[in-house]
């Protein structure tokens, strides 16, 4: 029985030549074009880099209209040009993230820049990682309530251990410890509100309104509450907190609420060393809704502060931002006086 060969087949029979492919006969406006191949294989997509940066450029701010210019006036010394200049943020490009349906209260961005952690007043934390993120998706990978109906004052990664940890600071009486992942390590103790000494009470008692880690000690971070005390926790103890510091005011009662709390490293206050004590040195500055700024040594002893700084902002004002140099020589306070301090 003899096979007979398929038509065309003489054609490729020990020849190197492939098979031409013959495509459709199409006028060049037909729709029917979008739904044919332009070519096989698995195509390789080259990014634009460029073109995704200019996508993210500012638009370039209205001129600014021209105004009289003065008369001349005689002065002896020389005027300072650049002080009539209005200061411009050095910003070319932007990029809007939908994060929160709320006024965002905090960002922070993890030591090795690779992801950070946004908190805001509708309760929630998001998550996001830069490495999974684009122009077209700039949503985070997880969102989480801490505290269940209270909002988030802030959030903050540990510096000292490549940001394992995430302190989170809610408007309630207890703060928590996540992992980077979100994950709950500890939930700090809840004091007695029946207990009039503050000293007796193992965590607060009513809403913390702020806090932050150690830069010097790992694991250790404190928070600042209207209860008028500011205290010290070790992420490793889970009994109550490590150290209290009470705040003595002079108005109506002897408390005032504690408005915002900065640890500064490397730098000693008072008598003894940075070192002393169980919090590992440092400063810790806070302000209270009286006006004073206190300034503790983080060594210890607790019981009066080093330094204060009466009427540092306008009483029973809220002063919500509070910050050191990185030499811990200066201390910056932002209120709710509209004003900046320094």
């Not at 739904?35 to 500012?58: C, I, M, N, Y």
């Not at 302000?287 to 009066?304: F, K, Q, T």
């Not at 910050?323 to 509209?338: K, P, V, W």
């Given at each position: ?23 459709p ?18 195509q ?9 940066v ?8 209205p001129?600014p209209?021209a ?28 990029l809007?993230?939908?994060a ?6 905090s ?21 996001f ?46 703060a ?10 500890l939930?700090?103790?809840?004091g ?12 607060h008692v ?12 790992r694991g ?20 109550g907190?490590r ?28 008598s003894?060393?940075?070192s002393?004590?169980s919090?590992?040195g ?46 811990g ?14």
């Amino acid at each position: 029985m003899s096979l007979k060969p398929i038509p065309g087949e003489e054609e490729y029979a020990g020849s190197d030549n492939e098979p031409t492919i013959e495509e459709p006969d199409l006028a060049p406006d037909d729709p029917m074009r979008a739904f044919l191949p332009k070519s096989f294989g698995k195509q390789t997509v080259e990014r634009d880099v460029k073109a995704r940066v200019e996508q993210t450029r500012r638009a370039a701010p209205p001129p600014p209209k021209a105004k009289a210019k003065p008369p001349p006036q005689d002065s002896d010394s020389d005027s300072d040009d650049s002080s009539e200049e209005e200061e411009e943020y050095p910003l070319s490009h932007e990029l809007i993230i939908p994060a929160h349906t709320k006024p965002i209260s905090s960002i922070t961005l993890d030591p090795s820049g690779t992801r950070f952690v946004t908190s805001s007043h509708d309760t929630t934390i998001k998550f996001f990682d830069f490495h999974a993120m684009s122009t077209t998706h700039l949503h985070s990978f997880k969102t989480l309530e801490p505290s269940e109906a209270h909002h988030i004052h802030s959030v903050a990664f540990s510096p000292l251990d490549n940001g394992q940890h995430l302190l989170v600071v809610p408007a309630a009486p207890q703060a928590k410890i996540l992992t980077r992942d979100g994950d709950t390590v500890l939930e700090f103790v809840k004091g007695d509100p029946y207990l009039r000494d503050m000293h007796n009470t193992k965590g607060h008692v009513s809403e913390i309104s702020g806090g932050c880690w150690s830069p010097m000690q790992r694991g250790v971070a404190v928070t600042a509450g209207t209860d008028s005390t500011v205290r010290i926790w070790d992420v490793q103890s889970r009994r109550g907190h490590r150290d209290v510091m009470v705040h003595k005011s002079r108005g109506k009662g002897g408390r005032s609420r504690i408005c915002a709390v900065a640890w500064c490293g490397g730098v000693t206050g008072g008598s003894g060393s940075g070192s002393a004590g169980s919090a590992g040195g440092g400063m810790i500055g806070t302000m209270a809704l009286d006006g004073v700024m206190s300034i503790w040594n983080a060594g210890g002893p607790y019981s009066r502060p080093v330094m204060e700084v009466r009427d540092a902002h306008t009483k029973e004002t809220w002063t919500g931002g509070l910050t050191f140099s990185s030499d811990g020589r200066l201390i910056a306070t932002m209120g709710e006086d509209q004003c900046i301090k320094r």
